[in-house]
């Protein structure tokens, strides 16, 4: 079946410019989960969403970052005011949660780059 | 203390061999466990999970968890060049917290 995809796979912006990632879920998968992942580093966490409540945004590094989730479906990552700190790939992650199983699968990520 | 640590590497090993790549953890509440690969420029693709104590075979992959050394580890059996890649820790903690801790991987390259 079709995995996780996100949109744009790549975006330029410039500095002060807002940005919006969109993620669309393997359909069926209840929980989703945004990272970031700085060039050469590990995967930051940012924000994870069970239906469309975010029960954990403790991630977010700052009130620039917000994000929103329709349902059980597509979720969108909005970055305002963007910084040069903010290029980075963004991966999205669904994972079905049954009881005790959370294997997350991650989309292939946005390529975000502020100039 | 980083939460999750992998040696960096490079790990190199030969064609045929087994790879070994390690990890610990921080977290004794820590309830799962997660291998992933990483090709360059890619995402990262999921190929092991393990819950419980002991080994945990998958084709030439072996996930090896021991909670009371809060270490986990992934064996690579006949080594192929395909192989050569970035391999994530990931765990997740108690229940409750659903994210995943990253270590910042083992960069392997599996000489022909």
């Known amino acids: 079946g079709a995995g996780v995809s996100q949109s744009p796979s790549n975006k330029v912006t410039e500095k002060g410019k807002d940005v919006e990632l969109r993620c669309d879920p393997i359909?069926?998968?209840?929980?989703l989960y945004w990272y970031r992942q700085r060039l050469g580093q590990g995967l930051e966490f940012l924000i994870y969403?069970?239906?469309?409540?975010?029960?954990?945004k403790s991630g977010l590094p700052s009130d620039r970052f917000s994000a929103e989730r329709t349902g059980e479906s597509v979720s969108t990552l909005t970055i305002q005011r963007t910084q040069q700190e903010d290029s980075a790939v963004y991966l999205c992650?669904?994972?079905?949660?049954?009881?005790?199983?959370?294997?997350?699968?991650f989309g292939p990520g946005t390529r975000l780059t502020v100039t | 203390q980083k939460e999750v640590e992998q040696n960096s590497g490079p790990l190199s090993v030969p064609e045929g061999a087994i790879a070994s790549l390690n990890c610990t953890y921080s977290?004794?509440?820590?309830?799962?466990f997660f291998w992933y690969r990483q090709y360059s420029g890619k995402s990262p693709e999921l190929i092991m999970s393990?819950?419980?104590?002991g080994d945990k075979e998958d084709g030439r992959f072996t996930a090896q968890l021991n909670k009371a050394s809060q270490y986990v580890s992934l064996l690579i059996r006949d080594s192929q060049p395909s192989d050569s890649a970035t391999y994530l820790c990931?765990?997740?903690?108690?229940?409750?917290?659903?994210?995943?801790?990253f270590g910042t991987g083992t960069r392997l390259t599996i000489i022909p």
């Open positions: 992650a669904s994972s079905l949660r049954p009881e005790w199983r959370f294997e997350q699968y």
């Open positions: 969403f069970q239906g469309n409540s975010a029960p954990d």
């Open positions: 359909s069926g998968h209840t929980a």
């Open positions: 393990i819950y419980s104590n």
């Open positions: 977290d004794r509440g820590s309830q799962s």
């Open positions: 990931a765990v997740k903690s108690n229940f409750g917290n659903e994210k995943l801790t």
